[in-house]
C-alpha cells in the first residue's frame, strides 16, 4: 500500500450499532402510539391516521435517520445508487396514475380492477396500465391480488387527499422542470433568477405567466397551496406564535396571499382582524372563497416589487412567499414595505412566514429534517431561482435593504416555514410583550439585536 494512502476513518456507524438504536426507536414509537390511544398503522385503504405531535415527529425523524443508514449499510452503494438512477421511472408512473386519475377510477372496495378494467376506464392501453400498477404496487401504492388492483393506504391517501394537488404540480411541472436544471447551469452558471431558472428553460415563460396561461394548472397549484398545509405547520406556526390575540381592530396585509386561505383560517380564530389578500394573480385572488369572514376581507391585485399602497396596517404578512424569489427579488420586495413601516407610532410589524433552514443537521436536527428542507431548496431553485433560507441569509437580507430592520422574534419549525418577527429599530423599543405562543410544535430562538 502506497505511503500516500489516506488512513482509514473509522465510522461509529455500523450495522449492529443502527440494529439496536433502531430497535430501541421502535420500541419508542410504539409505546408511544400504545400509550396515546392509536392503532398500529397498516398498508391497507383503512389504517389510522398516525399522529402529529412534536413527541411523535421527534421519534419519526430519529427513526428515519437510523433506518435510513441501516439501508444504506445494508445494501451498499451499488444497489442504493441503482435504485436511486431509475427513481424517475417512478415518479413518471404517479404522474400517470394521477393524470389518467387511477386513484379515483379504481373502487374502494376489497376486489379493486383488473389492469383491463382500469385501462378501459382510462382510456389507454392494458399493456402499459398492468406495468405502471405493478411498479407502483411495488410501493404499495396499490396491490395485486388474484390479477386485480386495489387500494391501500397509499393510493387511497392520493384518492382522498388535498396533497393531491401538491402530488399533481410536483410530477406534473416540477419533474418537467427538474430534468433542466443541469442544462439551465449550464446555460448560466452564475445566475439564476425567476426568469432565469430551469422552469423558465423548460417552459419559456415564468411559473407564474405559465399559470396565468393555463387556468387549470392555476387551479391545481392553488390546492397544492392548500394541501401545503397538510405536510408542512407553517399555518399552525403563524397561527399559535404571534400575539394576533393581543391586536385590536387591527388591519393584516396578506401579501402574495394567492387563494387567501390563510386569511381565512386566522380570521375565524381572530374576529378582530380585518384583511386584505394582495396578489399579483386574478386567478389566484379569484379562487378566494369564505362567505363566513367575507365582511372582514378586501382583495387587492397587487406587485409586491412596488411601494406598498396601504400604509395603516399593523401587520404586513408575507407567508412563503419569499423563498420564491432570489435575494435581489426579495430586496425588492422588502424595500417595497419599509416605507409603511416607517414614521409610525404603532408598531406595525413585518410577519414572514417562510423557511428558515438549519445551518446542518446537529444537536436535536436531525438529516431527515434537514432533507426535507433542503428539498425544498431544489424546488424553488428550479422552479423559480429562488431559495430557502438560513438564519444568516435573512439577516444578510435585512441588513443590506435597511439596518433599521430587526428580527425582533424567531420561531424554527422542523416541519417547513417557521416564524421571522420584523420591526424597525427605531419602534423596536415599543415592543409589546408578545404572546404566550408555541403549541409543542416548534423550537424558539429569541433573538434581539
Ligand atoms: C407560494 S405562493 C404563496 C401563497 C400564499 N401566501 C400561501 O401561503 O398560500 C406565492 C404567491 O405569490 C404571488 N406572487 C408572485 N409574484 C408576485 C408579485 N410580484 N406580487 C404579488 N404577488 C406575487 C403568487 O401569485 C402566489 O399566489
Redesign the pocket.
Known amino acids: 500500500m502506497s505511503s500516500t494512502t489516506s488512513p482509514v476513518r473509522q465510522s461509529s456507524f455500523s450495522i449492529t450499532t443502527l440494529a439496536d438504536q433502531t430497535f430501541k426507536l421502535l420500541a419508542s414509537i410504539i409505546s408511544y402510539l400504545n400509550a396515546n390511544g392509536h392503532a398500529q398503522p397498516h398498508f391497507t385503504a383503512a389504517s389510522a391516521e398516525l399522529p402529529e405531535t412534536s413527541e411523535y415527529e421527534a421519534l419519526r425523524n430519529q427513526f428515519n435517520d437510523t433506518v435510513l443508514d441501516l439501508h444504506r449499510l445494508v445494501n451498499g452503494p451499488k444497489n442504493i445508487l441503482r435504485t436511486q438512477g431509475y427513481s424517475f421511472g417512478d415518479h413518471a408512473a404517479i404522474q400517470i396514475a394521477l393524470s389518467r386519475k387511477y386513484f379515483e377510477l379504481v373502487p374502494v372496495d376489497v376486489v379493486g380492477l383488473t389492469a383491463a378494467e382500469l385501462a378501459k376506464k382510462a382510456g389507454m392501453d392494458e399493456d402499459r396500465t398492468s406495468r405502471i400498477l405493478k411498479v407502483l404496487a411495488t410501493q404499495r401504492i396499490f396491490e395485486e391480488v388474484h390479477r386485480s388492483f386495489r387500494h391501500t393506504a397509499a393510493s387511497n391517501f392520493l384518492r382522498t387527499s388535498l396533497f393531491t394537488g401538491m402530488s399533481d404540480v410536483s410530477y406534473h411541472e416540477l419533474f418537467k422542470a427538474a430534468s433542466e436544471m443541469n442544462t439551465h447551469i449550464d446555460a448560466s452558471p452564475y445566475s439564476t433568477g425567476l426568469e432565469n431558472c430551469a422552469f423558465y428553460n423548460k417552459y419559456g415563460t415564468t411559473f ?1 405567466g405559465y399559470l396565468e396561461a393555463n387556468p387549470e394548472r392555476a387551479a391545481v397549484f392553488s390546492k397544492a ?1 392548500s394541501g401545503w398545509s397538510l405536510v408542512d405547520d407553517s399555518l399552525k406556526v403563524l397561527r399559535n406564535n404571534f400575539g394576533w390575540s393581543s391586536l385590536e381592530n387591527t388591519k393584516v396585509v ?5 387563494n387567501g ?2 386569511r381565512i383560517d386566522l380570521a375565524q380564530h381572530y374576529p378582530a382582524l380585518q384583511f386584505t389578500v ?4 386574478n386567478h ?1 385572488l379569484s379562487s378566494a372563497q369564505s362567505a363566513e369572514v367575507q365582511d372582514r376581507v378586501t382583495f387587492q391585485q ?4 412596488m411601494p406598498q399602497p396601504i400604509r395603516d396596517a399593523g401587520v404586513y404578512l408575507f ?3 419569499f423563498h ?1 424569489n432570489n435575494d435581489e427579488e426579495a430586496m425588492r420586495m422588502l424595500r417595497a414595505v419599509v416605507p409603511a413601516l416607517e414614521n409610525r407610532h404603532d408598531d406595525p410589524i413585518l410577519l414572514i412566514n417562510d423557511g428558515i433552514v438549519p445551518e446542518r443537521a446537529e444537536g436535536t436536527i436531525t438529516r431527515s429534517e434537514e432533507h426535507q428542507h433542503r428539498q425544498l431548496d431544489m424546488v424553488m431553485l428550479l422552479n423559480f431561482g429562488g431559495k430557502e433560507r438560513m438564519e444568516r441569509d435573512w439577516r444578510a437580507l435585512f441588513e443590506k435593504v435597511d439596518k433599521r430592520l430587526e428580527i425582533s422574534r424567531m420561531c424554527y419549525s422542523p416541519r417547513g416555514a417557521g416564524l421571522l418577527e420584523i420591526r424597525l429599530r427605531q419602534q423596536a423599543s415599543r415592543v409589546s410583550k408578545s404572546s404566550e405562543l408555541d403549541d409543542g410544535q416548534t423550537r424558539h430562538q429569541e433573538s434581539k439585536l
Open positions: 407564474y397551496m396578506d401579501i402574495g396571499g394567492g386561505h390563510i394582495q396578489d399579483i394573480s389566484q397587487y406587485d409586491y416589487t407567508r412563503i412567499a420564491n
